[in-house]
């Protein structure tokens, strides 16, 4: 998706744009950040929205380590879900492909979809640089 095309309405496109390498965030003429869906910008109620490339790495702000899970992820514990700063946004995800005791605040991280339960919904996940 091109900087300022209309914007994504759902957590689906946002996520199939995050699959096929073009994420996005929404910016309202303010400048506020947000991820969809959204239809007025959540911080000032403004619109339109219009859309931005994400920043290709965010930085982990807070990571907790899940030991008790839901049974679509009971086979993954322990596993870190964590919230990381991409500029003008902040995501929330899994991280994959390291050890609980690895993420730290300041961790950079680049985001992406994996389809982690019985039903293929996209979660998003955070892998350590």
Do not use: K
Request: proline share 11%; with cysteine; glycine share 8%.
């Amino acid at each position: 998706m091109s900087q300022g095309e209309a914007p994504a309405r759902t957590h689906d496109e946002f996520c199939r744009a995050i699959e096929t390498g073009d994420p996005f965030y929404l910016v309202c003429p303010d400048g506020h950040g947000s991820v969809p869906p959204r239809r007025v910008c959540p911080q000032c109620g403004a619109e339109p929205l219009t859309t931005r490339p994400l920043p290709d790495t965010g930085r982990v702000q807070a990571a907790t380590v899940v030991h008790v899970a839901t049974a679509a992820f009971a086979d993954s514990v322990p596993y870190v879900t964590a919230i990381a700063d991409f500029g003008p946004v902040t995501l929330t995800g899994i991280v994959t492909e390291t050890s609980p005791d690895a993420v730290e605040h300041g961790t950079a991280v680049t985001v992406g979809i994996e389809r982690t339960d019985e039903r293929q919904r996209p979660t998003l996940v955070f892998e350590p640089q």
